[in-house]
């Protein structure tokens, strides 16, 4: 997919970001808090799964332990000291992540199996290690999972664009023009002119706001991890950063 520009002046209104569901989690009677709770759990557990599988845990371990990072999460046993000006939420995560970890080892040496969250149905020959060599590597833990995080919010946000054109009626001009979203100059205009049955010139103006809503979908993203608007572009521009080097987006 194409990166937004790290340089974008998009606006963002701060009202309800993963900062603010979580500093109103905090509050017992706050309403729909468990379910805002558990939508951040499955939309970032990959990148905290991975990361304690380049730890050294096992495939089994490291889902229980992530697994058991979010149970406590949603009972909110987390929450009790949090702070926004911890800044970025990704550090939050992974902070309290190392926390729960050590306590849990400290305590009986391994995570109890059968938690109270069941956060996705993992494929072992996707996430082990001999399957996914990634996971098996010798890469810093830590700039491993703020990759994997970049990545995570990249499809955030892809979910989002799709969900709009779904309920839009539009699944198959989306699922056709979304390869464009790479931003290929070479795209098959004319033969995806032809599919969605329209001028060429439509479809380029078609792609042209694909692309400019995925970037504004990506802002979104990046700003509901942040405390703080004024760190939107920074933090952009290091996400994008890691994703181009790896080939993932072209920045």
């Known amino acids: 997919m194409e990166a937004a520009s790290s340089g974008s002046d998009h606006h963002v209104e701060f009202t309800t970001t993963h900062w603010s569901i979580v500093l109103g989690a905090k509050d017992p009677s706050s309403p ?26 096992s495939p089994d371990d490291s889902k229980d332990y992530v ?23 990704r550090t939050f995560l992974l902070r309290c992540l190392n926390n729960f970890i050590a306590t849990e080892r400290k305590r009986n040496g391994a995570i109890k199996r059968g938690r109270n969250f069941d956060f996705v149905s993992m494929d072992d020959t996707e996430f082990h290690g001999d399957r996914n060599p990634s996971l098996a590597d010798d890469s810093d833990p830590e700039q491993s999972f703020d990759l994997d995080w970049a990545q995570a919010v990249f499809e955030n ?17 989306y699922d056709l023009l979304n390869a464009l979203l790479s931003g290929d100059s070479v795209a098959p205009y004319a033969k995806l002119a032809v599919e969605l049955g329209c001028a ?7 792609a042209h706001r694909l692309r400019k809503r995925f970037r504004e979908l990506l802002v979104e993203e990046v700003a509901n991890t942040l405390a703080s608007e004024a760190d939107v572009k ?17 920045s």
Do not use: M
């Open 32 to 57: 729909h808090a468990a379910e805002a709770l558990e939508k951040l759990c499955r939309s970032y557990w990959k990148p905290l799964y991975s990361y304690a599988r380049r730890k050294g845990y």
């Open 67 to 89: 697994q058991g990072f979010f149970s406590d999460f949603l009972e909110r046993k987390s929450l009790t000291a949090v702070d926004a000006s911890y800044g970025k939420f």
């Open 157 to 173: 946000a892809g979910r989002r664009l799709r969900k709009e054109y779904v309920e839009s009626g539009k699944t198959n001009e």
């Open 200 to 206: 060429e010139a439509t479809v380029k103006v078609t």
């Open 234 to 250: 920074e933090e952009l521009r290091y996400l994008i950063g890691l994703l181009a080097a790896k080939g993932v987006v072209k």
